[in-house]
């Protein structure tokens, strides 16, 4: 493996996540700045030093490639066919003259992908199967005729919102990505509220301490809760294989710090009734994993790394319940420097949380000094965002 130099600083790496129509997370989409991907090295020690296959779990990666003929990727395992998709210019994959490279990949086992919109009359080889467009540029009308001659899945990205979802969901588009789960229907922001309302009621008693009869009472009181919790609690994605039969047990076993977190993530779950995933699940497990991963780097102390993993779990309860976030975590009685992390961006987790919402690769940027200002640097935040994905990965596809 090269050897890095260190007089150039770690490029910004993000992740994307890609969910299919039911909002359950098919791919990452793979994102480096500056833009140095076709060179291969920091591709390669993504995947070889950082583990970002095993992240990647089953789940697909979408790298943009500038150029075919140019790019490498050596990786120290075998490359399962078509888990890698290269984002190609749309004009290498309509240049007859330029096949030869793309055919190359191809029988190398990428899958290849066309970035933008082909011509109605170009030729596109029979492996160039996708393609990914834009919903911010006003194209997606004239996708149709392509939607029907390549096989797909076809990729939309920068989705706004959910109407703009339901339009390209519309359209046939199966490949979904943007800032869209955090700007929902507002009429289905109160879906499921009173279950969610006895949640918090119930974060509120293990936070503290309460008897398990309380808690046991409070559970009883709601069957949407209760197979929840328990859907959740035998979850391999949360390494707990047991059976269980009560729910005094499953407190026992799990354990007042556990439960706690698996309360929190279900905030976010889907309830019996609902056709799809909730869209904010695997993005709020992202944000708490990431928080206490990069709480531990920065060598916080036990009690601030739960803290900070709740502070990225709580980061979008107002997306989820429309309403202010004062008023959901006011009656919990959180610890000061949590309110002001989720409040005010400010405080050690207020910087961390800053940095977990930029680094989301929306409109505003992450850049090496707000890394600083946490008191990262920029190959610890890489760690910090594959280690996260790995774990929301799994709550996405087992949730």
Known sequence: MAVQDKSVPFPLVFLQPVADVHHVWTALSLHISPNDEDGGEILSRLFNEFKLGEALGELACLIPVRDPAGFSLKLDGPLPKGRILLRVPVEHCTDPARFDALDWLNTSNFGIVADGLPAPDASVPSFVESMALDASVGSLPEAGHWLQHMRGPHLVENIGDAIQ?????????????????????????????????????????????????????????????????????????????????????????????????????????????????????????????????????????????????????????????????????????????????????????????????????????????????AGLDARTYCECLIEAFGWATRVSTEA
């Open 165 to 373: 979802f339901d339009i390209c969901r519309t359209e046939g588009f199966r490949w979904f990505a943007g800032d869209y789960p955090l700007h929902p229907d507002s009429r289905l922001s109160q879906k499921n509220s009173i279950s969610r309302a006895r949640l918090l009621k119930l974060l509120e008693l293990v936070a503290r301490d309460a008897d398990a009869n309380e808690l046991e009472s409070l559970l009883k009181q709601d069957p949407a809760l209760s197979y929840q919790l328990f859907k959740l609690v035998s979850s391999a994605a949360f390494g707990f294989s047991a059976h269980i039969t009560n729910f005094s047990q499953a407190i026992n076993l799990l354990g007042r710090r556990q439960l706690q977190r698996w309360l929190q993530l279900l905030l976010y779950a889907r309830f019996p009734g609902d056709e799809s995933a909730n869209p904010l699940l695997p993005r709020a497990a992202a944000r708490a994993a990431m928080m206490e991963a990069m709480a531990q780097r920065v060598e916080c102390t036990a009690s601030e790394l739960d803290r900070a993993f709740i502070v990225g779990m709580f980061s979008l309860l107002d997306v989820l319940l429309g309403m202010p976030l004062n008023d959901i975590i006011g009656p919990l009685k959180l610890p000061a420097d949590i309110v002001d992390a989720l409040t005010t961006r400010t405080g050690v987790l207020g910087k961390l949380l800053d940095v977990v919402e930029r680094s989301e690769y929306s409109r505003i940027p992450l850049r090496h000094v707000d890394l600083e200002a």
